[in-house]
């Protein structure tokens, strides 16, 4: 089946650092992928949909400049945390679709630990 | 606007025993119906989705759920759970033409040998 890798699986890192996240479709192109948040025993909050050359479209109240997201690829999407800060820890999780209409695959996620 | 609902968050079966997890949508089309599955500190799995055609949909794992328009519900069921069923259950719609996902709560499943 389809294939979504999300690396690193676990970061910790100072306040202040900027962290970046990779989500690769591994066996297939990927039109459009996801980015997701989820706090602790809570479902997942869509951050943005991202599109391979263009911009990503933010969800309201995500803030653009924080989380930056690029989609250089048909494999492969970023998200940046910018100067990050303890209120960002939380799991972050990608998936892509290699098609409209098509089930979402998703990564293993991503925990972020700011200290 | 269109919602998901998993009224139970939490459900405790017993190794063995019969599983129905419940979930309820609204939208006003025909809907893309998504259960996935959870374990802790992973992404999510895919278990079934139902796009057209036959209301009762076979997944992996077992597992199967029924679409029913009229209750506006897809409840996933399992005959015979297992104790590596233990997961956090997750049902979702497709947000018409945009390819979102909007996610129910989530229905937390325990298991007892």
């Known amino acids: 089946g389809a294939v979504v890798s999300q690396h690193p699986s676990r970061v910790i890192c100072k306040s202040g650092t900027s962290v970046k996240i990779e989500c690769r479709s591994l066996?297939?192109?990927?039109?459009?992928m996801f980015w997701y948040r989820q706090f602790p025993k809570q479902s997942l909050m869509l951050m943005a949909t991202?599109?391979?050359?263009?911009?990503?479209?933010?969800e309201q109240g995500v803030e653009k400049d924080k989380f930056l997201i690029n989609h250089a690829s048909l494999t492969l999407s970023t998200l940046t945390v910018t100067s990050a800060h303890p209120e960002d820890s939380s799991f972050y999780i990608c998936?892509?679709?290699?098609?409209?209409?098509?089930?979402?695959?998703f990564g293993d996620g991503t925990r972020l630990s700011i200290l | 606007a269109q919602s998901v609902t998993q009224p139970d968050i939490h459900i405790t079966v017993s190794e063995g025993a019969s599983l129905e997890l419940r979930c309820n949508y609204s939208?006003?089309?025909?809907?893309?119906l998504f259960w996935y599955v959870q374990s802790p500190g992973q992404g999510l799995q895919l278990l079934l989705k139902?796009?057209?055609?036959?209301?009762l949909v076979q997944g992996i794992k077992g597992f199967e759920a029924e679409f029913k328009r009229s209750q506006s519900s897809f409840n996933l069921r399992k005959p015979s759970v297992h104790w590596s069923d233990a997961a956090e259950y997750f049902c979702a719609v497709g947000a018409g033409n945009t390819d979102k996902l909007i996610f129910g709560t989530g229905t937390r499943l325990q298991v007892f040998p």
């Open positions: 998936s892509a679709i290699w098609a409209g209409n098509q089930p979402q695959h």
């Open positions: 991202s599109n391979e050359g263009s911009k990503a479209t933010y």
């Open positions: 066996d297939f192109q990927a039109t459009t």
């Open positions: 139902y796009f057209s055609g036959d209301t």
């Open positions: 939208y006003g089309a025909t809907p893309y």
